[in-house]
Structure formats: structure tokens, C-alpha cells
């Protein structure tokens, strides 16, 4: 039986509000084209992975989205401003708390799937950066986890959006959808399961590099001089201080 707190889809009035207004924001405050519509999926199981360069990244991924959609994050947010913090709790999302296992994040993630939900994830875990970066493990962990299909989206322009606004102008904002694919398996246990995860990580990354210009693929750019530029990008900020705490007995909100 799945739990009431994991119970897909959730907050549905809210949503239903939401999910067109960041389409008309998209609409309005971008120049914006989507690309590969009809590689959107009529229904889930799914993971929608995307790469993360900017903090509004969720509102594009909900605006091209067709189906009621959650989320895993970070439980807080450094690179947003304060005054927009209020709308992905509004949406509402599975907090991670980077750095440490999330137990109950990992819970909601595998109950939203079983349920034939849609879960968007991004696998770079952070926008530290606006080169991709590998995938921290996550994304592979659950992809096999559950055998959930696996949906790319390449987002380019979005880091644009406010500096062209305070210019008087609308940043030229491309979001293509690349087609699913997957589902992955691995062995159980040991140094074999890691290194396919790793493997079905950097598989993930490749994917979502083919759908955003060349010179931000970073650490999956064919050239050896955009990667030797992305170098440093990989480091994860919250490797020797995870985020927050994150008690076993503490619930999802």
C-alpha cells in the first residue's frame, strides 16, 4: 500500500493553477522555442532529467511537461533569490539533503514511479555551474531502482531570462526534448554495481549533452578544450558539509 504522503499526483488545485502560469511567464518574459514535442510521453512511468544552469529551470520543466509532475531538490536553494523561494514549496517537492542519504526522498521517488508517475530530477544536483557536470548518483541509483524509463531535456538561454529583462528585452530561451530511453539493470551488490551506476550516470549526461549547444556541454563536449575548461566545475560543494541534517525519523513535507 502506498503511503498517503506519497500519493501521486498530490496538491492537485494548486498545480492545475501553477503549471499554466509557467507557461504564460515562459511565454511572456522569453523568446521561447520548444523543440521535440513529440517525444513527450503520454504517461509514466518516468524520469525527466534535464541539466541545471539556472535556478528556474523547475518552471521550464513544468512548462513543457503534459502530465502532473513532481519533483526531487535540494532542500535549500543558494542560488535563487529569497524572494522566489516560496514557489517550488508552493508547488511542493521531495527535499534532498545533499551531501547525506535522503532515505525518505529516495521513498517518495520509488512510490511517485510505482504509481505510473512522472518524477523530474536533475542529476547534476545543483547549479553551481553553466557547463554540465557528471551526474551525481541519484538519478542511475533510482533509474534502476525502478526501471523507470528515462526522458532527457536540454534547457539553453534560461540563465539569460533576468539579465535581458532588466535590459528591456527577452532572452532567446531553446528547450529541446530528446527521446526516453532506457530502462537500465544492474548487478546487486559490490564494485560492479558502482561502476555501472557510474556508467548509466555518464550515459544520462550524454544524452541530455546532445540537446544544449556545444559550448556548455562541458564535461561531455567532443572537444578536449571545453573539457579541459569544464575542469573544477565537478567538484561537489556539499561533499565535506552536507546540507542540513537529515534524521531517520524525520517525514517528508
Same mark, same amino acid.
Given at each position: 500500500?502506498?503511503? +498517503?504522503?506519497?500519493? @501521486?499526483?498530490?496538491?492537485?488545485?494548486?498545480?492545475?493553477?501553477?503549471?499554466?502560469?509557467?507557461?504564460?511567464?515562459?511565454?511572456?518574459?522569453?523568446?521561447?522555442?520548444?523543440?521535440?514535442?513529440?517525444?513527450?510521453?503520454?504517461?509514466?512511468?518516468?524520469?525527466?532529467?534535464?541539466?541545471?544552469?539556472?535556478?528556474?529551470?523547475? $518552471?521550464?520543466?513544468?512548462?513543457?511537461?503534459?502530465?502532473?509532475?513532481?519533483?526531487?531538490?535540494?532542500?535549500?536553494?543558494?542560488?535563487?533569490?529569497? +524572494?522566489? !523561494?516560496?514557489?517550488?514549496?508552493?508547488?511542493? @517537492?521531495?527535499?534532498?539533503?545533499?551531501?547525506? $542519504?535522503?532515505?525518505?526522498?529516495?521513498?517518495?521517488?520509488?512510490?511517485?514511479?510505482?504509481?505510473?508517475?512522472?518524477?523530474?530530477?536533475?542529476?547534476?544536483?545543483?547549479?553551481?555551474? !553553466?557547463?554540465?557536470?557528471?551526474?551525481?548518483?541519484?538519478?542511475?541509483?533510482?533509474?534502476?531502482?525502478?526501471?523507470?524509463?528515462?526522458?532527457?531535456?536540454?534547457?539553453?538561454?534560461?540563465?539569460?531570462?533576468?539579465?535581458?529583462?532588466?535590459?528591456?528585452?527577452?532572452?532567446?530561451?531553446?528547450?529541446? $526534448?530528446?527521446?526516453?530511453?532506457?530502462?537500465?539493470?544492474?548487478?546487486?551488490?559490490?564494485?560492479?554495481?558502482?561502476?555501472?551506476?557510474?556508467?548509466?550516470?555518464?550515459?544520462?549526461?550524454?544524452?541530455?549533452?546532445?540537446?544544449?549547444?556545444?559550448?556548455?556541454?562541458?564535461?561531455?563536449?567532443?572537444?578536449?578544450?571545453?573539457? !579541459?575548461?569544464?575542469?573544477?566545475?565537478?567538484?561537489?560543494?556539499? !561533499?565535506?558539509?552536507?546540507?542540513? +541534517?537529515?534524521?531517520?525519523?524525520?517525514?517528508?513535507?
Amino acid at each position: 500500500m502506498i503511503h +498517503s504522503e506519497f500519493r @501521486y499526483p498530490r496538491r492537485r488545485l494548486i498545480r492545475t493553477v501553477l503549471q499554466p502560469l509557467a507557461r504564460v511567464a515562459l511565454a511572456a518574459l522569453t523568446d521561447l522555442h520548444i523543440i521535440g514535442r513529440e517525444n513527450l510521453p503520454k504517461e509514466g512511468p518516468l524520469l525527466v532529467v534535464a541539466n541545471h544552469f539556472s535556478f528556474i529551470d523547475p $518552471v521550464a520543466m513544468v512548462g513543457a511537461a503534459s502530465w502532473p509532475l513532481e519533483f526531487v531538490g535540494g532542500f535549500q536553494m543558494p542560488n535563487a533569490p529569497a +524572494s522566489v !523561494t516560496w514557489i517550488p514549496k508552493l508547488w511542493g @517537492y521531495y527535499p534532498v539533503y545533499r551531501g547525506s $542519504v535522503s532515505q525518505g526522498a529516495l521513498r517518495a521517488s520509488e512510490a511517485v514511479l510505482a504509481q505510473g508517475g512522472v518524477l523530474g530530477i536533475f542529476p547534476e544536483a545543483g547549479n553551481w555551474a !553553466t557547463v554540465l557536470r557528471p551526474a551525481r548518483p541519484g538519478t542511475a541509483y533510482l533509474a534502476v531502482r525502478t526501471g523507470a524509463p528515462i526522458l532527457p531535456m536540454g534547457f539553453d538561454g534560461l540563465t539569460d531570462v533576468f539579465p535581458c529583462l532588466r535590459q528591456g528585452r527577452r532572452a532567446h530561451v531553446t528547450l529541446r $526534448v530528446g527521446k526516453p530511453f532506457g530502462p537500465f539493470h544492474a548487478k546487486r551488490t559490490g564494485r560492479a554495481r558502482r561502476r555501472q551506476l557510474e556508467a548509466i550516470g555518464h550515459e544520462i549526461m550524454g544524452r541530455i549533452a546532445e540537446l544544449i549547444p556545444p559550448e556548455a556541454r562541458g564535461h561531455y563536449s567532443d572537444d578536449p578544450a571545453i573539457r !579541459t575548461a569544464a575542469q573544477g566545475t565537478e567538484v561537489y560543494p556539499w !561533499t565535506d558539509a552536507p546540507e542540513g +541534517s537529515y534524521p531517520a525519523q524525520r517525514g517528508i513535507g
